[in-house]
């Protein structure tokens, strides 16, 4: 078990190097520079901080607990996640850059009206609001029962921390700061998973082809879900679930495609998008492996786990008797993943607020700045509010929740989109926001109609009825174009 005062340390080090190593990248920023890094990264960077951007602290935690109760299951999402990634690299990505929008839902105000583009921004902007609240109350979570407690630090203090060196990192440089420390990231998170993976290795007395066969014979290593329909694990819900999300939650997402168009042209977007996707399939696979010899080293200690959801890394690598690097490297990799998704976030929605809700590009570069930097200081306090008192009501798998809530709130942007691409009807634009609201509930109607009439559990898929429920209300309030 390591100390208190070492896990402090840790922390605050880590801190101190994430501002300032994206305040050195913030040197000579301009707008261009914090809402698109003004197109001039290499895509060998944009890769290397892609690979921890898609990954969150949720990941890092709630992957490798997934398993005592998921199994492997989650490789078929991943599976998705694949073809989903191809989807957006042969698709999205050109019509992005050709548009050449700095913010991805400028789209919606070319295509529909500028109040469909608002609504389609507001959804985005609730959307990225409440998960990323859920992500950062986790990481504040977990720090307090491994940190904070043991200071006697409320956790509105360990929140303020994290907001805190989110806000300073990225005020001035936005994405650049961004793909400078997410670097930093993507080395930490593996480095901690391999010397974790390593140290349960050791500490279990066995070799790798040992360790290997031990996974396999595992019963909670079972991957493949094609028996049962009505499961939330069956093979085609997921499958199809991680196509759907990956489209609307990294090729619909203004924070995720904010690194992509980063890049200086498309090829280089879609070599980046290509690694990338092969990259996370490999450090989750890792995660899932990581999490079946945690739970076989915990039996084989007797340690008792704590009630904290997510709980089985943190527990093992502070408290579980693994050597201090373990522990060292676990509080830095999560650390890291914290202040990412909150810089992250803040970029993001500090970009659609401007460009969107406040039209930058209407606004000069002096005053397009001023709006620029207060709303990014308010998102900064209302993220800090929202950890404090949003996540208390989450009882389940963090994962599992944001992907819910990403279900419901996703649906009207991914909607939006589809209707647009794929059809030549003009939508009404003072009604489209009818269908944006009704959508999400019908669908949750529908949801509770399956489950109690046929016990068929809607999982992901629940994303793409949302979507459908939103074109066929803008199909209603649309008209044919005329020639």
């Given at each position: ?5 070492l ?26 520079t914090?809402?698109?890094a ?16 898609a ?32 989807i957006?690299?042969?698709?999205l990505?050109?019509l992005?850059?050709?548009?050449q929008y ?7 105000g ?5 109040r469909?583009?608002r ?36 956790l ?19 994405v ?7 670097l930093?990231?993507?080395?930490l998170?593996?480095l ?21 066969r ?20 069956y093979?085609?819900k997921?499958?199809l679930?991680?196509?759907?999300l ?6 619909l ?7 992509n ?11 980046n ?9 490999i450090?989750?696979?890792?995660f ?8 076989r ?9 704590t009630e ?10 502070v408290?579980g008797?693994?050597?201090g690097v373990?522990?060292?490297?676990f ?8 202040f ?6 803040m970029?993001?929605?500090?970009t ?10 209407e606004l ?7 709006v ?24 389940e ?28 009807r003009r ?8 269908p ?20 068929y559990?809607?999982g ?20 044919r174009?005329?020639?």
């Open positions: 078990m390591i100390s208190v005062q896990v402090l340390c840790s922390l605050v080090l880590y801190a101190a190097l994430q501002l300032a190593v994206g305040l050195l990248a913030a040197r000579r920023s301009d707008n261009a914090f809402f698109t003004s197109r001039r990264v290499p895509w060998q960077v944009t890769w290397g901080a892609m690979i921890s951007a990954m969150s602290g949720i990941t890092f935690v709630s992957v490798p607990a997934m398993v005592a109760e998921d199994g492997f299951s989650y490789l078929q999402m991943v599976l998705g996640f694949t073809v989903g990634q191809l957006v690299a042969h698709w990505v050109p992005f850059y050709r548009w700095t913010s991805i839902y400028e789209y919606f070319d295509r529909f009206g500028p469909t583009h609504w389609g921004a507001w959804f985005f902007l609730l959307s990225k609001f409440v998960a990323t609240a859920l992500k950062l109350y986790l990481v504040a979570l977990v720090m307090q029962v491994i940190l904070f407690d043991a200071l006697g630090v409320p509105w203090a360990n929140a303020l921390l994290t907001v805190v060196v989110a806000w300073g990192y990225t005020r001035r440089g936005g650049k700061s961004l793909l400078a420390t997410d930093m990231k993507t080395l998170m593996i901690s998973v391999g010397v974790t993976l390593w140290a349960v290795v050791e500490a279990l007395g066995y070799d790798l082809p040992t360790a290997w031990a996974v396999r014979m595992d019963p909670m290593s079972r991957v493949w879900y094609f028996d049962d329909p009505h499961s939330a694990h093979f085609w997921m499958f679930g991680g196509v759907v990956l489209v609307a939650m990294t090729g997402d203004q924070e995720l495609m904010q690194r168009l980063a890049c200086r042209t498309v090829r280089d977007a879609q070599k998008i290509y690694l990338t996707a092969l990259c996370q399939a450090v989750i696979a890792l899932l492996v990581l999490g079946a010899l945690l739970y080293y915990a039996d084989a200690r007797d340690l008792a786990l904290l959801s997510d709980g089985i890394f943190p527990q093992v690598a408290a008797g693994l050597p373990v522990g060292v490297l509080v830095a990799g999560f650390a890291a993943a914290g990412s998704s909150a810089g992250a976030a970029t993001a929605l500090t659609s607020i401007s460009v969107d809700i406040m039209r930058g590009k000069g570069e002096k005053r397009l700045t001023a620029r930097m207060m709303s990014h200081a308010v998102v900064a306090v209302l993220l800090f509010g929202a950890m404090v008192v949003l996540g208390y009501g989450a009882d798998r963090m994962i599992n929740l944001v992907y819910r809530v990403a279900g419901y709130t996703y649906g009207p942007i991914l909607g939006l989109f589809l209707f647009g691409l794929w059809t030549g939508v009404r634009d003072r009604w489209s926001w009818l944006m609201i009704l959508a999400p509930l019908m669908a949750g109607a529908v949801q509770l109609l399956l489950k109690g009439l046929c016990s559990e809607i992901f898929e629940l994303l793409l009825l949302n979507a459908a429920l939103v074109m066929a209300g803008l199909w209603l309030v649309s008209r174009t005329t020639a």
